[in-house]
């Protein structure tokens, strides 16, 4: 299939949602999410392209303005794009980044809800000595990385609009497949970004950006610049010149693949939900430890805490122990180390996944492996780490 046939791109096309040619594109993607009756455009690009978009625009104002941003979201965006980094955030014109901490673990909306309204006082109260004291970005997770969390965004972007903040961007790298019903009217942003291949079987660089159209629409630009630069950020993305454009092309096909499942995607979705939570209650009850999370806070993936007696004590550890378990257990799992718990209590947690190729028998593995950890007195302190903390 050719590219022009794809996309049913010619000279002179642009590639949005209110334009003939795009009408090809969206039959293939409607399924992916939903525009609903928003009113903008969205482009195929790659990720980290999203804040690059949007970020060093929302920072052209007055030096007074504040960025508030989750700590969580820092940690996930820096491995697309530096620009989020709140100590490169503030690096555009000496902007205040007010960073809100989430709590984990997480035992309901309302702690991140009641956290990010006191991130959005404490922005203002730090600018009322200027009369301009807006917040200008907010940039919030729709499913957090590591802790894997699901952030209520469409609440968040509510209290945005009524306090007053100009612009909010959601990334949302892991929400596409992952959870259920994105919709772009519903959740209000600005702007929302997601990957297509974490849970939408795409390869890597497949993903995109939804902007809403607003009066400011004609300042976005693409971060590649060309001959189209100045036309709109829609034609700016249709084609930026010479790069591997192969990745996109197999959107039609995964389309095709995930629609062999009963449900489509959203029956994918609800099944990975509904296993993924029964495999971490197995897992939990195996340990008596608990999970990170209510079930409704988790999607495709869900935190399950670890035996106090492996004695994880730091990043290091986390780290180690998750060598040890795939070297010699033949397990792949990412650990995570909960700073400032009390000693004797859950200091490390698992974040495990499904999809519809896993097995009941991954999760009977990961249980056997830690159970034999547990009933040979191992402790994290046992796995010897170079001054640099790797494992040797």
Known sequence: MSLRRFLGYSEGDVMRSDCK?????????????????????????RMHYGPRIQIPRSLRWAACGAVTVSSSTALLVRLFSPECEPQNIAAYDNKKVIEVPLAFPVTSEDDIVREFRHALEKAKC?????????????????????PSVVIPVKELVKICREEGVEQVFVDAAHAIGCTPNVDMQEI????????????????????????????????LHHPVVSHEYGNGLAI?????????????????????????????????????????????????????????TPHHMSASMVMVGLPPSLRIMNDCDAINLRTHLREFFGVEVPIYFIDGGEVGCVSGYARISHQVYNKVDDYYKFRDAINKLVSDGFTCALLSTSTNGSMI
Not at 23 to 32: D, K, N
Not at 126 to 146: C, P, Q, W, Y
Not at 210 to 217: F, I, L, P, Q
């Open 126 to 146: 730090e600018g009322s000595s200027n009369s301009n004291n807006k917040v200008r970005l907010a940039v919030i997770d729709h499913v957090t990385s590591m």
């Open 236 to 292: 700016e993305s249709s084609w930026i010149g010479n790069r591997d454009y192969s990745a996109q092309l197999v959107v039609p096909a995964v389309m095709e693949f995930v629609n062999r499942f009963e449900g489509g995607i959203e029956g994918i979705k609800k099944r990975n939900h509904d296993c993924v939570v029964e495999m971490g209650e197995m897992l939990v009850k195996a340990w008596g430890t608990h999970l990170g």
């Open 188 to 219: 209000g942003a600005d702007f929302y970004a997601s990957n297509l291949h974490k849970w939408f079987f795409c390869p890597p660089s497949v993903a995109f950006i939804y902007a809403r159209k607003s009066v400011n629409s004609v300042d």
């Open 21 to 45: 040619p795009c009408s090809r594109l969206m039959r293939h993607t409607a399924g992916i999410f939903s525009v609903g009756g928003a009113l903008g455009f969205w482009v195929l690009c």
